[in-house]
């Protein structure tokens, strides 16, 4: 399975390009509008279709590149099935899986940083030129690199993200290589067996994670007033 893992600097949103080498088919998760034309660019130069452009949730700090990737590839887009986005070709629910050549990503719904909030995971690792594929958990907001996103507006849920994290993520393999949208320390991957040995906000019990996730006292996301209203339209202009 072909692989790349792009970043978005304002933002530190990370884009993951995914496609089947043989029939290149090819999915793309959380693109960026500022960064739109790079991941076209990357798709023509590599040969690639893409048949879909997914969203892990409704973004408060970046507006997304679906719409221009569906109006210059014909992809589908796909989010969360609760956003109820009119916009949104197909709304994802927990356990459907989306396929491109040989390969599939199935859904996880991973609520609680916001109410409309997925994972991806990769199909299971295949034998290949002698070695295992790795399998990938594209894990959104609802499980950063020894972190998680914040839990404090879009109808966040604290105890409803660690269930959710618990439940969903955290009974993946030991070796399932964590994809987040984000990353502030520049730190590209890490695994579910990491996650769940050392992250300092999500090893607590559930009672200390919700009054910790309470305090943070965050500031405001800056582009939420834009983004979020873009978002609800696939990144459009309201």
């Not at 949103?13 to 029939?23: E, H, I, M, V």
């Not at 887009?77 to 956003?83: F, M, N, V």
């Amino acid at each position: 399975m072909f692989f790349r893992q792009f970043l978005e600097a304002q933002s530190s949103t990370w884009t993951y390009l995914l496609a089947d080498r043989k029939s290149g088919e090819a999915v793309i998760i959380d693109p960026v509008l500022e960064t739109v034309e790079r991941d076209l660019r990357n798709i023509r130069e590599l040969g690639l279709t893409l048949l879909w452009s997914l969203e892990t949730h409704v973004h408060a700090d970046h507006v997304t590149g679906a719409a221009v990737l569906k109006d210059r590839t014909g992809c589908q887009t796909g989010i969360c099935h609760t956003a109820a986005l009119p916009c949104v070709d197909r709304g994802l629910a927990h356990g459907d899986r989306l396929t491109f050549g040989r390969y599939g990503l199935t859904v996880l719904e991973t609520p609680g940083h916001t109410d409309c909030s997925v994972s991806f995971v990769s199909d299971a690792p295949e034998l290949q030129g002698g070695g295992a594929a790795a399998r990938r958990a594209f894990t959104g907001d609802a499980l950063l690199i020894r972190g998680c996103g914040r839990t404090d507006f879009q109808r966040g849920d604290a105890a409803v993200l660690y269930r959710a994290v618990h439940a969903h993520l955290f009974t993946l393999p030991d070796d399932t290589i964590v994809h987040p949208a984000h990353d502030y320390n520049g730190c590209t991957a890490s695994t579910i067996g990491e996650e769940r040995t050392h992250n300092p906000r999500l090893t607590q019990d559930e009672p200390a994670f919700v009054a910790l996730m309470a305090a943070l006292n965050l500031p405001r996301p800056q582009q939420i007033d834009v983004a979020v209203p873009a978002n609800r339209l696939c990144g459009r202009s309201p």
